[in-house]
Each structure stands twice: as C-alpha cells, then as structure tokens.
C-alpha cells in the first residue's frame, strides 16, 4: 500500500516509517525537519503542510493511507504558531487527502486529550469529550485538531477516518512528554500525589499504527498496552530520584536547577491519572502489544541512563 506520513522525521514519525517499510509499504514522507540515516526506499519531501509544495507530493503520489504526525506541543511552539500548525495543518491534510483519492487518514492524537482533573472518571472511553483545555489550556489547538478530525467521520463518510488518542509513550528513542519529563536525574512531582501514568513502547505505537492501516477501522480510539503504574515506581524503576514538592514550589522550581520544564497546564498531569479503556481499538485491529512495563522502562533507562 502506498502510506503518505506526515512528521515523518520525529522520533514516532520514523519508528512509524521503518516499521510500514518494512512489512512491504510504499512510504512517503513529509517533514520540515531532515531524516538524514533515512532508508532510501522511503521517499523524503522537506515541505510545509500548509505550502502548495505539500499538495504537490498528494498530487504526484496519490496515497491510499495517511498517516497526520505532523502537530507539535506547548514545549515546541508558541500559541499562534501550535494553532497554525496543529489546526491549520490537519485542515490541510484531510482536504488534500480527499482531493487527491485518498481512501483512509488517520490522526494520531493523545489521551492527554480528555483531561486531568480530581472530578473527572479514572477510566475514560472514546465516547467521552476531551477536557484538558479546562485545566491545561496549552492543549486548545491540539483538541481543535483531534475535533476537527474527529468531524471528518461524518461529514465525508466515503473517506475512512480513525483518530488514535494514544498514551504516553516511552522507549529507546525518547519520545514524547513522558520521556521529557523523566529525562534527568532529578524528577520533581507534587507532594501529596502520586498518580497513575499509561505508556507504551514507542514500537509498539508504531506496530498499533500499522494494525490501523491494515484494518481501517473508522471512528475513534484510545490506543495503550501496559497497565498504568505509580509515577512514583516509573521514576524508581528509570533510576530517577523523585523531588516532592509542595505545589506552589512544584510551579515555581520546574524549568530551573536542573529540573524539566512543564507548561504551567501539566501540573494536573502530575497531581491526577488519564486512563484510558483500549478494548475498542484492540478489538477493531486485533492489536497486541508485544512490551511489558518492565520492558518498556529498561529500554528507556538503558538509552537514557542517568549520570
């Protein structure tokens, strides 16, 4: 099959390609960023989404899947520019995708979507609406984009859309908020909370990524594998050292002495758990994640040892 990606230089967007290259896909890439060690079978575009030269490689190649990467965080990009290329981007995406016979476009999201908060569900299903911008409001543009997506279900129902909200993920290439955040020696959490965190291996987002292309199933889905475990038993089973502090010390000290820099919006990621329910994606794709926790963990701490 030929699968267009974009984001395909980030640290997903590559797992994601080797692993489609690999089972026998034609893939194409588009990214601003290089991939310098990239396979010459996959086929490498540096341009914007939102230029011509973008629909131009839609054009020419006419994919049948595409796989929308290409959104960024808060820890990136300043506001105006996260809504321009979170919204304005998968905007972009699904009207080329339409215009040039793509048959099936899915949007890799977050689960960090639907929010964390001391009055929301532990346990969320896809039926739920995200809530994050309540509490964490860097997360607007990005909810916009899965929205958006989530719209294009119905309102082109000859065009498969799947929208994945995944969990976080973690492994040898450090993807992701999770890996950010456990990064450093030092990991500061708040004193009185000690939350569930979902993460997965990042191949195994990549093989879940890959069952979606196989199965096209359309809606939306939560996307995770191991079950979610204390913050404080990831940061012990890293080799991290935890730093409890109190809240007002928590927002004042993160993003100086060594410690990592979060979005003021996180802080309720690291008071309050976002679990989600997978049966329906796992039941769609026949997805089995094939990493544990603790596999999960020794990868990441053996490419990421603290010193």
């Known amino acids: 099959m ?14 994601v390609a080797l692993t489609l290259d690999a089972a026998g896909h034609e893939v194409i890439g588009m990214d601003v960023r290089p991939w310098r060690d990239a396979p010459k ?14 629909e131009d490689v839609f054009r020419h190649f006419r994919p ?3 796989i929308h990467m290409a959104t960024v965080t808060a820890f990136v990009a300043s506001g105006d520019e996260r809504d321009r290329i979170n919204l304005g981007g998968t905007r972009a ?9 793509a048959k099936h476009v899915v949007f890799v ?6 929010g964390a908060s001391s009055d929301l569900p532990l346990f969320h299903r896809e039926d739920e609406p995200p809530m994050g911008i309540a509490s964490f409001p860097e997360l607007a543009d990005l909810v916009a984009a899965d929205l958006f ?36 020696r030092y990991v500061p959490t708040v004193l009185g909370f000690d939350p569930l965190f979902q993460f997965m291996h990042e191949s195994d987002v990549a093989n879940a990524i890959g069952a979606t292309i196989k199965a096209r199933p359309r809606g939306v889905f939560n996307v995770a594998g191991a079950p979610a475990l204390p913050l404080s038993v990831i940061i012990k089973q ?15 000290m993160v993003g100086r002495f060594g410690l990592p820099t979060l979005p003021k919006g996180a802080v309720e990621h690291i008071k309050y758990p976002v679990i989600v329910d997978p049966k329906a994606f796992n039941d769609a794709t026949n ?5 544990n926790e603790v596999d999960t963990l020794r990868d990441f701490k053996q490419a990421f040892p603290v010193r």
Do not use: N
């Open 149 to 184: 997506a989530g719209s294009e279900i119905w309102r082109y129902p000859e065009l498969c859309t799947t929208v994945l909200r995944v969990c976080y993920t973690l492994g040898p290439r450090g993807h992701g908020t999770l890996a950010g955040y456990l990064r450093g």
């Open 287 to 291: 997805f089995v994640a094939q990493h």
């Open 109 to 114: 999201g977050r689960h960090t979507f639907y």
């Open 93 to 101: 995406v699904f009207e080329f995708a339409r215009s040039h016979g």
């Open 64 to 66: 049948e899947a595409v």
């Open 2 to 15: 030929k699968v267009l990606i974009t984001g395909v230089s980030g640290a997903l967007g590559r797992e």
């Open 41 to 54: 079978t996959v086929s490498l575009h540096r341009v914007d989404l939102r230029k011509r030269a973008a």
């Open 238 to 252: 890293t080799e991290r050292k935890r730093i409890m502090l109190p809240e007002i010390a928590f927002e004042a």
